[in-house]
């Protein structure tokens, strides 16, 4: 008979928020529930509650209960709060395993885990050095840059396996934070094909869905979906637009998510491409795969060196050609099926990638059948959940 594995995951966010890392905590939460084990999920206290998932939330901050923290130092104590709510959880039942999403999850998973003499598992989705200079909250010529390096390497060393959202993420662990291979397991992105398909609405309703939101018919649609920042390349993305628009090229622009849409709406309008993009603000992430089917194509600018790209295997499994910059990342997804801007952070090479695309729409319906494939083969949650299982139970075992 297999064991019942309890799982306590620390997400030092506000989970569920329909975007990047919080679709891995989710995915995972679920195929591993599938898979017959419990999963307890302790988090910050704002965020959208999930009815088939176990969330335990911190208290709300005193000065300001609707606060949304990204790097700030409000972090540090939203993370004591949830330090507090992972004490009390962990006092009222036992679990088997400590997951700990990012190095702040680890952090404070590594105290979880000593009283429960439980592992850890650190789920590292990029360098937390390398995010927060990508957020503007630290400079790394500045003089606490060498100290939160110094940290996150600690941090690294505390877990007593990691997994990483990408090979690239194994590698530079290996390469710069002195882990050794035994300790780090790569377990890329995945995605759900049962969920994002590329037949989820008509042709009809696909037509009468881009008119309603005002886009032209006659113009080839690049979909973008996820955070609105600048190290995703959102400012890159109009700048394209703009391009396309002065070389008298009919392309527009389906751009959904947050936060920030006021302030790219203004940008749209200085660069003279409000009749070009089409911002919807916030997407549920149930209404994904239905946004994602009204594009012709799909675009990931994103310009950070380490962090993962898990809308591009939304995109794949959406049968959508996708146009991204040359990272690891991109390409550990993309393989040679990726339409690449030839220049990081160029926005002519990224007008250049989409303008392949539009030319060859034949072409566009054959790439998007091959990385819908592509991701079948290689980006299914049902494979990544077992080998989560697997690692689960390699370091459950080294402990007896």
């Not at 530079?172 to 035994?182: Q, W």
């Not at 849409?261 to 003279?272: I, K, N, P």
């Not at 060196?305 to 809308?311: F, L, N, Y």
């Not at 990342?329 to 090479?349: F, I, N």
């Amino acid at each position: 008979m297999t064991e019942t594995y309890r799982i306590l995951m620390v997400a030092p966010t506000s989970f569920f928020s329909d975007y990047g890392g919080h679709i891995r905590i989710l995915e995972e939460a679920r195929v591993l529930q599938r898979l017959g084990h419990q999963v307890t999920i302790i988090t910050y206290y704002l965020g959208r509650d999930l009815p088939d998932l176990e969330i335990i939330r911190t208290r709300p901050t005193p000065w300001r209960p609707d606060y949304e923290v990204g790097s700030s130092p409000h972090k540090f104590v939203f993370d004591i709060f949830l330090a507090w709510a992972g004490l009390g959880t962990i006092l009222r039942q036992r679990f088997d395993v400590i997951h700990g999403h990012t190095h702040e999850g680890a952090f404070i998973g590594y105290f979880l885990s000593r009283i429960l003499r439980a592992p850890l598992l650190l789920d590292f989705q990029g360098s937390m050095t390398s995010e927060m200079v990508d957020h503007n909250f630290l400079n790394p010529a500045g003089p606490w840059y060498r100290w939160a390096r110094l940290l996150e390497l600690r941090i690294d060393q505390m877990a007593d396996v990691i997994v990483t959202s990408s090979q690239h993420g194994a590698t530079l662990l290996e390469r710069d934070f002195k882990c050794g291979s035994r300790r780090v397991y790569p377990l890329p992105d995945c995605v759900n094909l049962d969920f994002f398909r590329p037949d989820v609405l008509t042709p009809e309703e696909v037509a009468s869905r881009r008119t309603a939101l005002g886009i032209p018919a006659d113009r080839p649609l690049v979909a973008y979906l996820g955070l609105l920042a600048d190290y995703q390349g959102t400012p890159l993305l109009l700048e394209a637009a703009r391009i396309l628009k002065q070389c008298g090229r009919d392309v527009h622009f389906l751009v959904m998510g947050f936060p920030g849409v006021s302030q790219y709406r203004r940008m749209a309008h200085d660069l003279g491409v409000t009749d070009r993009v089409t911002f919807t603000g916030k997407i549920p992430y149930e209404q994904a795969p239905a946004h994602l089917a009204l594009g012709d194509m799909a675009i990931s600018p994103k310009i950070s060196a380490t962090e993962g790209a898990g809308k591009i295997l939304n995109y794949m499994a959406m049968a959508l050609p996708t146009i991204a910059f040359d990272t690891p990342v991109s390409r550990e997804y993309l393989g040679s099926l990726g339409v690449y801007a030839k220049r990081m952070g160029d926005s002519t090479s990224l007008a250049d990638a989409i303008l392949r695309l539009v030319d060859a729409p034949e072409w566009r319906i054959e790439l998007g059948h091959k990385l819908r494939q592509r991701a079948a083969r290689h980006f299914s949650w049902e494979r990544s959940g077992h080998h989560l299982l697997t690692i689960y139970r390699t370091i459950l075992q080294s402990r007896t």
